[in-house]
């Protein structure tokens, strides 16, 4: 079976520090990959998805970045973290295709302090 | 340009009510549309897609291409029931899910 691992689940980082934040998949194999921004009243804003290894799209303009360095992994990252980063961020994974399922892991929740 | 509109935030229903989640969408084509629903202390995670037709949970949700809604619905709630709910929409050959900002619903014993 598939599972999708996040970590780390909490993550606490000061102004200005960097940021790494990694997704890996387990069970499957060439999976559409995305990165989403959950903040209440707001719904879940997609940020970054990717279709295969080193191919990424950016959703809105940020102080954030995605790479795909393998088939299973996506890692979100920042050079400098600003406060209005923190919130809950959530990987996801799918099969290609239509109508296809979105499944979801833990998420892990960034304070910028 | 797709959108999806969940004008409810917040959503209270007494048990064994009737319950409407509403959902409507803005997109130029044959839209693919979703319910997700993340249960406390889980994951986010599918409840029901438009084209399965079917009963999940005792939800239904019907696509009214004339209104373009999707609302949700269950002609009694359960106290289990009480999550947060997104719609979801994906344009055809499209590789990205558009969600709406959600509906909290909370079932009043």
């Known amino acids: 079976s598939q599972t999708i691992h996040q970590w780390p689940a909490t993550l606490v980082q000061p102004v200005g520090s960097p940021l790494s934040l990694e997704c890996t998949v387990e069970?499957?194999?060439?999976?559409?990959l995305y990165w989403y921004r959950q903040a209440a009243g707001r719904g879940l804003q997609l940020l970054f998805y990717s279709v295969g290894i080193g191919q990424i799209s950016s959703e809105v303009p940020q102080n954030l970045s995605a790479s795909r360095p393998q088939d299973r992994q996506f890692i979100l990252s920042s050079k400098k973290l600003l406060l209005s980063d923190s919130g809950f961020y959530l990987c996801?994974?799918?099969?290609?295709?239509?109508?296809?399922?979105?499944?979801f892991g833990p998420g892990t929740r960034l304070t910028v302090l | 340009a797709q959108r999806v509109t969940q004008p409810e935030k917040l959503l209270s229903v007494f048990k064994g009510a009737p319950v409407e989640l509403k959902c409507n969408y803005s997109y130029s084509g044959s839209p693919e549309l979703f319910w997700y629903v993340q249960y406390s202390r889980q994951r986010l995670q599918l409840l029901l897609r438009h084209i399965s037709r079917e009963s999940i949970k005792g939800f239904t949700a019907d696509l009214n291409k004339g209104e373009t809604s999707f609302h949700l619905k269950k002609p009694f709630a359960q106290e289990e029931d009480s999550a947060m709910y997104y719609c979801?929409?994906?344009?055809?050959?499209?590789?990205?899910?558009?969600f709406g900002t959600g509906t909290r619903l909370t079932i009043i014993p």
């Open positions: 996801a994974w799918e099969r290609g295709g239509a109508y296809n399922e979105q499944f």
């Open positions: 069970g499957t194999s060439n999976p559409n």
């Open positions: 979801a929409l994906r344009g055809v050959g499209n590789e990205k899910l558009t």
